[in-house]
T-cell receptor
């Protein structure tokens, strides 16, 4: 079983709507959690980093949250745009290693 | 300016052949990586080099051999290609320091390998 689980696996939303992606992890000791965005045919790009003491962090229309007690993180996309269509990958640093989620594929339709 | 560049972007070859993928980063990072992304989009670490020294070598068949001539380059050579090697291979570098202690990964565009 993967130590970083993301849900949903994929979702389709209309342009202008909001959506929330989930990431649950079981790894420890926790160091930090990053969300990466991967456009089709490109490499992943870091959106946000969350450390143990941080609850919320925003990057434009992207807002990440972290609950280190329940080992859950979410990525909220506000007022989605066509350019938000991508895979979003949750990556957790722990014990000098990285564990990757399988990603959530978001499709934004006009 | 390209930060992490890898070539070729696409590679189609027959089973049993040997192929190489090259990677270069101009970010001044000390640590470089090779990742494999399968058809389910799952990224898996293969190798990591810090300042030309191998520091991570996951359970990868020894048909895969990385080479780092200097800290800005990390190439991947694959011998006797098999059907299961078909995937997208990503080169990455990290700053500051190791990605496993919080460094951000900077990825190349990927090299899609198709083995027929």
């Amino acid at each position: 079983k993967n130590q970083v689980e993301q849900s949903p696996q994929s979702l389709i939303i209309l342009e202008g709507k909001n959506c929330t992606l989930q990431c649950n992890y079981t790894v420890s000791p926790f160091s930090n959690l990053r969300w990466y965005k991967q456009d089709t045919g490109r490499g992943p790009v870091s959106l946000t980093i969350m450390t143990f003491s941080e609850n919320t962090k925003s990057n434009g229309r992207y807002t990440a949250t972290l609950d280190a007690d329940t080992k859950q993180s979410s990525l909220h996309i506000t007022a989605s745009q066509l350019s938000d269509s991508a895979s979003y990958i949750c990556v957790v640093s722990h014990d000098y290693k990285l564990s990757f989620g399988a990603g959530t594929t978001v499709t934004v339709r006009a | 300016d390209t930060a992490v560049s890898q070539t070729p972007k696409y590679l189609v070859t027959q089973m049993g052949n040997d192929k190489s993928i090259k990677c270069e980063q101009n970010l001044g990072h000390d640590t470089m990586y090779w990742y494999k992304q399968d058809s389910k989009k799952f990224l898996k670490i293969m190798f990591s080099y810090n300042n030309k020294e191998l520091i991570i070598n996951e359970t990868v068949p020894n048909r895969f051999s990385p080479k780092s001539p200097d800290k800005a380059h990390l190439n991947l050579h694959i011998n006797s290609l098999e059907l299961g090697d078909s995937a997208v291979y990503f080169c990455a570098s990290s700053h500051p320091g190791l990605a496993g202690v919080g460094g951000e990964l900077f990825f190349g565009e990927g090299s899609r390998l198709t083995v027929l």
